[in-house]
């Protein structure tokens, strides 16, 4: 089975804290993504890697950074946390770019900015 | 901009019912169509895909139905049971470019006993 973990489950942060979450893939994926859910909004892209040290921005990326360093780790940063970004972050890992390859989802990273 | 719309928000149904979700998409583009479920605390799980060539797609309870010409697919819940209460995501992708995918709103389903 494949398994997507992040690394928080839960994060109270300052505004203006740089804020990282991370997220870990154990099969080999090449594309990995970064979502925010938020309640009537549904699930919308920030950023997506399609291999290591590459990326591409998404609907929101205004606000965030990622950094894929290696194939099986995907960060996201907040380089300054804003009350506003305060929501549930989900990464997701899909095999290619193969148009019907399923996206496996991490459990998410509830995050609070104060 | 919404590129895919899903109604409702929110659906009640009795066990054994019949749960149904819309979604509606504008861009001619997308060739790839699933449905995610999500429980509470989980991450969402495809639950199942069509591709434009079909019009139906049926797995044990769950059946998509596509309309090509109406832009829209739907989701058909049959002998709905209370393990189906989760939240449901319509999504799309293009055959070319990104293949990123976009989603729906959302809809939350709770199944009564």
């Known amino acids: 089975d494949v398994k997507v973990t992040q690394s928080s489950r839960y994060l109270v942060k300052r505004t203006g804290e740089k804020v990282f979450l991370e997220c870990v893939q154990d099969m080999d994926h090449e594309n990995m993504f970064w979502y925010r859910q938020d309640p009537g909004l549904g699930l919308r892209l920030i950023y997506f890697s399609y291999d290591v040290k590459m990326k591409e921005k998404g609907d929101i990326p205004e606000g965030y950074s990622v950094s894929r360093e290696k194939k099986e780790r995907f960060s996201l940063i907040l380089e300054s946390a804003s009350t506003n970004q305060t929501s549930m972050y989900l990464c997701?890992?899909?095999?290619?770019?193969?148009?019907?390859?399923?996206?496996?989802f991490g459990p998410g990273t509830r995050l609070l900015v104060l | 901009q919404q590129q895919v719309k899903q109604s409702p928000q929110s659906l009640i149904v009795q066990k054994g019912g019949i749960s149904i979700i819309n979604c509606a998409y504008e861009n001619t583009a997308f060739d790839y169509f699933p449905w995610y479920q999500q429980f509470p605390g989980k991450g969402p799980a495809l639950l199942i895909a069509?591709?434009?060539?079909?019009s139906e797609k049926k797995e044990g309870r769950f059946t998509i139905s596509f309309n090509k010409s109406a832009k829209q697919f739907s989701l058909h819940i049959m002998d709905s049971q209370p393990g189906d209460s989760a939240t449901y995501f319509c999504?799309?992708?293009?055959?070319?470019?990104?293949?990123?995918?976009?989603f729906g709103s959302g809809t939350r389903l709770q199944v009564q006993p």
């Open positions: 997701a890992s899909r095999l290619t770019d193969g148009a019907g390859e399923t996206q496996y």
């Open positions: 999504a799309a992708s293009k055959r070319t470019g990104r293949r990123a995918l976009t």
């Open positions: 069509i591709r434009p060539d079909v």
